[in-house]
């Protein structure tokens, strides 16, 4: 709590903390053209492959593929992964059927495709601003999973009450740029950055730690365990995964981010209150005391103002009790 109430920059990852982490599959787009073993594969069939890999992730991207999947009444059971790899932040890689298939963002895919695929196919389509998530073989990119993700409606809210706060506002995601930039200028968000790995993620938040801010981060996946270790205080999404949760300082139960800008003024006033309970007992028992040795105040008198102290420490600190409703009603005072 201390340390939350002289935060200065406040940092956010993207999907499950800024949106609702409620992934859904919009479209599959079968990469054209595809040639060889690729050239029988449907869109039925990249996604059992997707879903495949996937399978052991807790990632929401793989909830989702998982879901449709589901969904889509295929009763065949998933593939069997042999060699299995995750690379943290990237993608997924395995072997299917003596064929190795990749699953993960852009440049994840691009670097182990011995052809370099383009998606210039794409230009001008309603996909060029989605989010993606591509499948490709050794050989080529077979299919493009075209994902959608709604924006919590309390995030806007948090982010005006911070700025109004005097805070600075980053996000920090492994998305594409062009994805971060909309959701930040949609949020007004001052500071963002996209394509980055958990590793960058850390190393941007040392930068500032460098520069002399305190900063608190708040995330929910795997991917946010580096980060979340690295600040100077970490909230977890409550929903998160548990490897989040188990390195942050604190766990934002309610999954209401606005939530992080009430705890910001708890903080505040809790901070508040026990200087002035300490600067109340400093103060009486520097005039209290010695006037008491020096026979100025009576033994009984003494045992009363004592305990007048006491009440009105307690007191005093009882006034946090009245935080909800200047929560509810929105006067906080700094």
């Not at 479209?27 to 040639?35: D, G, L, Q, R, S």
């Not at 995601?173 to 200028?185: A, F, H, K, M, Q």
């Not at 500071?191 to 608190?216: M, R, S, W």
């Amino acid at each position: 709590l201390e340390t939350l109430a002289h935060v200065t920059d406040f940092v956010f990852d993207k999907t499950g903390t800024l949106t609702e982490g409620k992934i859904k599959l919009e479209k599959t787009v079968m990469f054209m053209p595809i040639t060889g073993e690729e050239s029988n594969i449907d869109e039925a069939q990249a996604l059992r492959i997707a879903a495949s890999l996937e399978a052991g992730s807790e990632h929401p991207i793989a909830k989702a593929l998982l879901n449709a999947y589901q969904q889509s009444g295929d009763s065949q059971a998933l593939l069997a992964i042999d060699k299995l790899e995750h690379t943290t932040g990237e993608g997924i890689q395995g072997i299917i059927d003596g064929r190795q298939w990749y699953i993960g963002n852009k440049d994840f895919t691009h670097q182990n495709s011995v052809s370099a695929f383009n998606t210039n196919t794409f230009d001008n389509s309603d996909i060029d601003n989605a989010s993606k998530i591509y499948l490709s073989t050794h050989e080529q990119c077979v299919a493009i999973f075209v994902l959608s993700d709604s924006v919590r409606i309390e995030a806007e809210p948090l982010i005006t009450q911070l700025h109004q706060q005097n805070r600075k506002t980053h996000l920090m995601s492994g998305d594409r740029s062009e994805n971060t930039r909309n959701i930040s200028e949609q949020l007004g968000i001052q500071h963002y950055l996209g394509n980055l790995k958990p590793d960058d993620k850390l190393k941007k938040v040392k930068e500032l730690q460098q520069q002399g801010a305190i900063v608190a981060m708040t995330g929910d996946g795997v991917n946010d365990a580096p980060v979340l270790a690295g600040a100077d205080l970490s909230i977890a999404m409550g929903k998160g995964t548990q490897l989040a949760a188990a390195t942050a300082d604190m766990i934002l139960i309610s999954n209401n981010i606005e939530h992080i800008y009430h705890g910001y003024m708890i903080a505040i006033r809790t901070l508040r209150t026990i200087k002035q309970n300490l600067s109340w007992a400093l103060l009486d028992n520097i005039t209290a005391i010695p006037a008491a040795a020096m026979g100025y105040v009576e033994p009984w008198l003494a045992a009363i103002g004592m305990s007048a102290s006491s009440l009105v420490v307690v007191i005093n600190a009882m006034r946090l009790n009245s935080i909800a409703t200047d929560i509810e009603n929105d006067k906080f005072e700094r």
